[in-house]
Structures are given as C-alpha cells and as structure tokens.
C-alpha cells in the first residue's frame, strides 16, 4: 500500500469521515470502520462488481456495492441502481450517523426535509411517528426488508443505513406507503476482523457507550456483536430523562460462498422520564365567569409562552417503559451469477407500559393560569410473526435484459391493549369537573391541577394508578405476492414496472363488540428512465398504495378505523383509502462522479378519506392532494470538501374534509396537517488536515399544523436549528469528536399534536465522544 494510499486511510478511521447522505453510492463512501487491510480487497471487488454491472449481471442484494453510481439497495425488490431508480430516494449512511451524533431514527430523519414527525395522545402510544410527504409513515417502517409495525422510540446502535423512499410505495412495501417507506438496514457479519468502541459525556448528564465487534470464525463464518448503553436528560427540559441498553449479536455462515445463513437477534429496552409537552394557547377558550355562562377567549393557537424549562409532568407518577426483542434467520442461495433466492423469517415481541402526563389545554384551564395534568397511558403488547421469500436476478426476452424481482409474503401482526385510569381518594381524575376543569381543592391538593407558568415536577401526586381492565386487540394477517422488473431496451432507454396483490384480513375485539373485515388490494407503479449521458438520468413515473381500516394494528392513529368512533359508527363499513403518485425527475453525477445533483416535482392525490358526513355519519367521500418538489445536492465538491442538501417544498391541501352542522366545508381547502411548506437541511464537513476534521448542519422548518381551520388553528411556528462537528484523528485508532447541537439554544417545536399540545425540542447540547478501532 503507498503512503498515499495509507493516508486516505488513515483519514477515512476518523469516525466522522466521508460524505453524509447520498441518493447514489458515492456519497455511502469508505466506511468509517473498514480496515485499512482491507482496502485493496474492496477496490478489486468493486471493479469487479462494476464489470458484472456493465455486462448485465445480477449482483447479489446482499453485497453493498459502491461503484460510483451503482449503489444497490439491500433490498432485491428495488431492481436498478439509485441512479436509474424512477423514484425519489434518500441513504442516510453509517457516516451521517456518526458524524452528526444522530443516536436516534427521529435524529437521523431530520437530514432529510419534508419528514414531520407526529405526536401521540389517548390512546396513541409514545413512539416514533414520522410522516412522509404529510403521510404517517409509522406502518411503513421496514427493518431488513420487513415491516416492523410496534411503536418504540428506535435506536441506531445497530443500525447500517437508512433508506428513506418518498412516494406511493405499495407495489414494493405492501399497505400503506402513501407517502413512501423508511427501511433500516443493520449491521451484519463480514469477514474481517474489526473491533469498533465509542465512550461519550456532555451536558445535560448525557453518558453514552457502544460496542460494534466483528470477528471472522472461519474461511466463511462471521460473528458480530453490537451493544449500547445511554443515559441522558434533556437539555432545558426539566427532569426529563432517557435510559436505555441495546444487545444486537448476528451470525453468519457461507460468506462468500453460493449458500449462506444468517442468525440475528436484536434486543432494547428503555426507561424513561419523559417530556410531556407544551399546551397551545388555544383560540378557543371557554372561560367561566362565576356561573353557567362561559366567554369566548381567542387565543394564538401557537404553543404557550411560558419559560423554556416549563415542565407540567409527575415524576412520582410518570414513567415509559418499552422493549423490543426480535429475531431473524434469513436463507440465501445462489444458483448463478444471475439467479438467487433469499427467504426470511422474524419473530418480534414489542411492549409497552407507559403511565405520562399531557398537559390538557381543552377545559377552558389555561385561561385562569393553570393546566389539567391529564394521564395518559397504555399497557401494550405486540407480537409479528412474517415469513418472507424473494427470488430475483436477470433474465433476456426478446433481447432486452430484464432484471426482476418476485415474491410472497405471508405476516400475521396481533396487539393487545389497555391502559391505567387515575383516581383520588377513590375517584377516576377523569370524572365530572372536579380536577378537569382546575376549580377545586381537591384538583391541587391532589396536584392533578398546576400552574401554567409555575409547576412543579416534584409535587406528590396522591392519587393511585389501576389497570382499567378493559382490553382490546387488533389482528392483521397478510398474504402478498409480488412482480418487479426493470427492462433496458437500450442503453439510453429503461423501463421499470411492479405490481403487487396483498389479501388483508383485520380483526378488532373490545367489550363494544368485534368488528372485522377482509381486502384484496392491489397496488402497482410503472416508470421510464432516460439517460442521456451515462452519469444521468430523468424519469417520469406512476405508483399508487392502499391503506385498509385498522392499518396500523392498534399500534397508532389510524385514519380509517375498524373499530367503532366515539359516535358508535362501526368502520368496518369503510373501504380502503387509496392514494396515488405522479412524479418526474432527473439525478445526475458531475464532477468525475464525486457530487450527485437531484430533483423532483410530484402530485399525490387521496381518495376514500374518512370523513364526517352532513348527518354526522362517516363516509370515504374524503379527498386531499398533495403537490411539491424537492431538490438534493451530495457528494464531494473537493477532496476535502464534503456536502449533502436538500430543500423540500409541500403544499398539501384538504379538497373535501366533510363535515356535519355548522362544520360542513369547514375544512376544504385547508392545509393537511403534519405538513411543512418549506424544509431545508444541509450538513457539510471540510478536512483541514487528514487528520482534523470540521463540520456543520443548518436545518429549516417551516410553520407545521396539527390541525388548520378558520375558527381552531393550532400549529407550531417555523424555525432554524444549527449545529456543529469537530473530530481529530490520532495514534491511527482513536478519534476524539465534539458534537454541539442547537448551538444558538433556539427554543422550537418539533411535533405538533392535533388538539391539545406540541413537543418542545431539546436547548443546547454538547457531547464529546472518544471513538476507537482496531
């Protein structure tokens, strides 16, 4: 190896290296944690695969390939490099993660704009909830190829890279889809030996540690075992705290070889202390005056202004404790260069036992300076089984080379739920005005009440939390078979098409009865690519999705419900919303393929919304559309110069909303909620010496509502966020890296619930984290 060989890679062991995001394999980059003696075994295997690319083979979807504009997706499904991919697609690789101290899915998805993320309330379970283009994305969330529906807050310990697919999605991902799918690949064994550690402290009693440890077992044997431990608060968030620890061991046997077998398990468990939240200063107020009569009191509809510490929870009462345990055998075999199949098979078990405080804004409370601490709770368990087989590769027909993918799946998802009611002195809080509406004794004797600008966490709460025992359940059982191709009918020309059939069968059980339904819902997307130069190409492309009543199985919000509404109106009744995409594009390689040029404009229209009919019924008479366009930029502008963008614009609009009574039409016209019109992020990184590294991240929201109408509008304003890297590379296996996040300690808001109130981000934060490889 010359030196100035060593040198690069001596550069690229600084665990904030390479570019951060990429539509196309030149942004994925070195890894931070290859081997320098490995190097030259992965220079000839990318010409190799690059060869294999150029005469018209399959590359085995298990092999990561970064030939300059060949990336391939883990996935077999997706059938043509990123670059020839009819389709708008964001990687957020292992390096973005690093360099950015991204430790979570809702850090890691903020570097890519035009993702909101949802609050939840009620009965919806604290957790990730990222939306897409202004659609939940919460039930197309993909680990390794298969859909991980169980609400949980994500780690990224154990995590490769992150796919995020924008549009209709449902002839690759199934149900849902609408505004496309976040899949996350893990870490797997490799055959190298490789030992990774990362020790990190900061303000806010952040304390952070992981362990990535790869070991090579035999000629095509690999074990690789990942661990984590985290505790830290919440900078400026009162005594909000986070704990948690992760084990993800994985094992391998035929690397290299025609038939391989890989056995993974991934386990995490958190406890926490969590934020509660902002009440919005609510435009309609119902003040009382000493009587019956009540006083309309226009507020904001933006959160309160209260101080940034403000904090309205109980921590003698509150408390999140959610694990997940899941594992995974997945079968590979190849019967040629063209020719493979891969069958997986997953268990996972997610639960939750979640008791927290949301501070209710609804009774009119605020107006005399005091908030209802309402609970919130939910007693969970969610259990998926899937079995799933692709079989794809490449073919010729009639002359033209086809590379295809097909296969079945078969997944039963069942949840069970419930929830704690609160009493004092043995009376449910939730019962009559006694502490909803903040007027008695008893409500701040018993600290059920507090002040607006004044609470106090430690208060005791006196009251007793009881399992409500009144469970519920919902069942999804799926059967899918699927078909996609991608067809060159000459070098210039290609053409991309896939359909599939997914056979649904839901079932929801309550003491209000059981309700069930079945659908067939078939989905498909067409696409052609053009390339007028072999470092570019434009597109044009159709896809639709379907999302079925009870679609996230119990686990989130859905907008069509198989269960009856709090009117009684059974949704059973209801058909599938459907949802279709109409989007042209182009991606480009400039610069001798170091920076890749993207852009999109789009058209997603809803139809079977859910909606309230004029009699106060509900009906699929609903409709939304949804236009925007969006542009990328990744990549290496120099040597030393490493930048990714992006900037997002959406204007997504409620065409028919329903309505009853005075409400009718209310809503047409109106913004959809969870959507920002503009969005930007930026992060970009400049090494000053092989070994010293700097970066930085700028990162735009704009004004996002949780609900927009003319007489209740709530929202959360716009904002900037700023951030800032540093890591310095030395004795060849350490690097020590400083983290600084909202550097300026902008108060902001990064959810928006519906109704009551939005999540107000951390204040500044700090981290310092000494990186090791061996």
Not at 82 to 94: A, E, G, H, M, N
Not at 592 to 608: C, E, P, S, V
Not at 759 to 765: D, L, N, P, V, Y
């Amino acid at each position: 190896m010359n030196m100035k060989t060593k040198g690069c890679v001596d550069s690229l062991l600084s665990a904030a290296s390479g570019p951060a995001i990429c539509s196309v394999a030149v942004m994925i980059g070195a890894h931070a944690a290859a081997a320098a003696d490995t190097l030259e075994h992965d220079k000839k295997k990318k010409r190799h695969h690059s060869a294999d690319i150029e005469q018209g083979k399959a590359i085995p979807a298990h092999e990561e390939i970064d030939v300059v504009g060949q990336w391939q997706h883990r996935s077999p499904k997706f059938t043509a490099p990123l670059l020839d991919t009819p389709k708008s697609v964001s990687i957020i690789s292992r390096e973005l993660l690093d360099q950015t101290a991204s430790h979570t899915l809702v850090d890691a998805l903020r570097n890519v704009p035009g993702i909101t993320l949802g609050a939840g309330e009620g009965g919806n379970p604290v957790g990730d909830r990222p939306f897409l283009r202004g659609f939940d994305a919460q039930s197309s969330t993909f680990v390794d190829g298969l859909r991980d529906v169980g609400a949980q807050s994500r780690e990224t310990f154990n995590v490769e890279s992150v796919e995020v697919i924008k549009g209709d999605s449902g002839a690759i991902s199934g149900r849902a889809g609408a505004g496309g799918a976040i899949v996350i690949d893990s870490k797997m064994p490799k055959l190298k030996q490789s030992i990774e550690a990362s020790l990190g402290f900061g303000n806010a009693d952040y304390k952070r540690g992981t362990f990535d440890g790869n070991w090579r077992i035999s000629d095509t044997g690999a074990f690789r075992l990942n661990l984590m431990g985290d505790d830290e608060g919440k900078a400026g968030r009162g005594p909000s705290h986070y704990r948690r620890y992760g084990v993800a061991p994985s094992l391998s046997f035929g690397l290299g070889t025609p038939n391989r077998i890989t056995l993974m398990y991934y386990h995490m468990q958190n406890d926490d202390l969590p934020d509660v939240g902002i009440p919005y200063d609510n435009p309609t107020f119902n003040a009382r005056t000493g009587g019956a009569a009540r006083v309309s009191v226009a507020g904001s509809g933006a959160p309160v202004k209260v101080p940034f510490n403000t904090w309205y929870g109980l921590e003698s009462r509150d408390s999140n404790q959610d694990g997940i345990d899941m594992g995974t055998l997945r079968l590979e075999h190849d019967f040629s260069s063209n020719l493979h199949i891969r069958n997986t098979t997953r268990y996972s078990e997610t639960t939750q036992n979640d008791a927290w405080t949301m501070p209710d804004d609804s009774q009119g409370n605020i107006y005399y300076g005091y908030v209802y601490r309402r609970l919130n709770s939910r007693i969970s368990t969610f259990d998926t089984a899937t079995n799933q087989t692709d079989f794809y590769g490449v073919f010729h027909l009639l002359g033209f080379r086809n590379q295809f993918s097909t296969g079945t799946e078969f997944t039963r998802e069942q949840g069970k739920n419930d929830t704690y009611t609160a009493y004092v002195n043995g009376v449910s809080v939730t019962s009559g005005t006694n502490f909803t509406h903040c007027a008695t004794a008893l409500a701040f004797s018993s600290h059920t009440c507090t002040s607006l600008t004044n609470p106090n966490g430690n208060d005791l709460w006196t009251g007793q939390l009881r399992r409500t025992g009144n469970p519920n359940s919902t069942r999804m059982d799926t059967k899918a078979v699927y078909f996609t191709d991608t067809i060159t009918f000459m070098p210039q020309l290609l053409a991309n098409f896939g359909v599939r059939l997914d056979n649904v069968q839901s079932t929801y059980r309550a003491s209000t009865g059981e309700y069930g339904r079945g659908d067939n819902l078939f989905t498909y997307q067409g696409g052609l690519v053009y390339k007028p130069a072999r470092n570019g190409s434009i597109y044009a492309s159709y896809a639709t999705s379907a999302i079925p009543p009870g679609n996230s199985v119990g686990q989130g919000s859905d907008d069509i419900s198989l269960g009856a509404d709090r009117s009684g109106n059974v949704g059973n009744v209801l058909k599938p919303e459907k949802d279709r995409t109409i989007e042209v594009g182009t991606k480009w390689n400039v610069l001798h393929d170091r920076l890749t040029l993207t852009g999109a404009l789009f058209q997603i229209d809803t139809t079977n919304f859910k909606i309230t009919t004029a009699t106060g019924g509900i009906s699929n008479g609903g409709s939304k559309r949804t236009r925007g366009g969006e542009v990328g930029v990744s990549g290496n502008i120099t040597r030393d110069w490493a930048i990714t963008a992006g900037y997002s614009y959406l204007d997504a609009r409620l065409v028919q909303a329903g309505g009853s009574g005075s409400a009718a039409g209310v809503m047409n016209g109106r913004r959809a909620p969870n959507v920002p019109e503009h969005s930007l992020s930026i992060w970009t990184t400049y090494n000053i010496t092989p070994a010293f590294k700097v970066g930085g991240g700028a990162y735009y929201m704009g004004k996002v509502y949780g609900t927009d109408s003319p007489t209740v509008p709530k929202f959360v304003p716009s904002y900037w966020r700023f951030d800032f890297m540093a890591s310095y590379h030395f004795m060849k296996h350490y690097a020590l890296q400083l983290n600084i996040q909202n550097i300026a300690n902008k108060r902001y808001f990064n959810q928006a619930y519906t109704t009551h109130y939005a999540m107000q981000a951390a204040g500044r934060t700090a981290y310092v984290t000494l990186n090791a490889h061996f």
